[in-house]
């Protein structure tokens, strides 16, 4: 059974950096694109970021450029989100997510369609 498991969340205050992880289990995910999106309430997810297998290739959501930071340790299977500067409008549930369909891309898609396995989410919280 694949799983993918956030952790890191919590509550911070505006300025403050919190790192999100994302560890896969079940199947490997080395060679596949990796993302990162977020949801609130009555709102649609929406794209943060993401990550080609190798990382070398990027695309970030313009709200957070700058600002987050996505890397992956392959060997490890998780994806993870250094998010500095955080302002009180990033407050969300984070989700990770997979795009089991892509092997060995070089381009990272933004939309929510493109990822066939998501994670269950972790709150973080910013306040002003």
């Known amino acids: 059974q694949v799983q993918l498991v956030e952790s890191g969340g919590g509550l911070v205050q505006a300025g403050g950096s919190l790192r999100l992880s994302c560890a896969a289990s079940g199947r490997t995910f080395s060679r596949n694109n990796m993302g990162w999106f977020r949801q609130t309430p009555g709102k649609e997810r929406e794209f943060v970021v993401a990550?080609?297998?190798?990382?070398?290739?990027?695309s970030y959501a313009d709200s957070v450029k700058g600002r987050f930071t996505i890397s992956r340790d392959n060997a490890k299977n998780t994806v993870y989100l250094q998010m500095n500067n955080l302002k009180p409008e990033d407050t969300a549930v984070y989700y990770c997510?997979?795009?089991?369909?892509?092997?060995?891309?070089?381009?990272?898609?933004?939309?929510?369609?493109?990822?066939?396995?998501w994670g269950q989410g972790t709150q973080v919280t910013v306040s002003s």
């Open positions: 990550a080609t297998w190798s990382g070398g290739s990027t």
């Open positions: 997510a997979a795009d089991a369909k892509s092997f060995g891309s070089y381009t990272v898609p933004t939309e929510l369609t493109a990822y066939d396995y």
